[in-house]
């Protein structure tokens, strides 16, 4: 098993930057794709981007895609999420997620991060 803790979010105001992090502990991050989310209220939990095991791969929803950047520091075991040029719409929680060898589910789960942009 994986155990994830993010860290980071925050208020900001539209146009500004945050950088995401999420820490990993447990089996060898180096095993794990690892996956953002967001939740806004009242809607569904929404795929960000996603970062393979070796970060030579990643993917980004088309409401992020220019302006969020996923990198990871296996030697840190942490993976992190730069958003750049923030719009109001970008609020939720944010969660990241681990799945197992580049699988196709993510099973694991952080605790989530609030990100609020203000216009």
């Known amino acids: 098993q994986v155990q994830l803790v993010e860290s980071g979010g925050g208020l900001v105001q539209a146009g500004g930057s945050l950088r995401l992090s999420c820490a990993a502990s447990?089996?060898?991050?180096?095993?794990?794709?690892m996956g953002w989310f967001r939740q806004a209220p009242g809607k569904e939990r929404e795929f960000v981007g996603a970062?393979?095991?070796?970060?030579?791969?990643?993917t980004y929803s088309d409401s992020v895609k220019g302006r969020f950047a996923i990198s990871r520091d296996n030697a840190k075991n942490t993976v992190y999420l730069q958003m750049n040029s923030l719009k109001p719409e970008d609020t939720g929680v944010y969660y990241c997620?681990?799945?197992?060898?580049?699988?196709?589910?993510?099973?694991?789960w952080g605790q989530g991060t609030q990100v609020t942009v203000s216009s």
């Open positions: 997620a681990a799945r197992w060898m580049d699988g196709a589910e993510y099973g694991y």
């Open positions: 970062i393979s095991r070796t970060g030579s791969r990643t």
């Open positions: 447990g089996r060898p991050f180096m095993f794990y794709g």
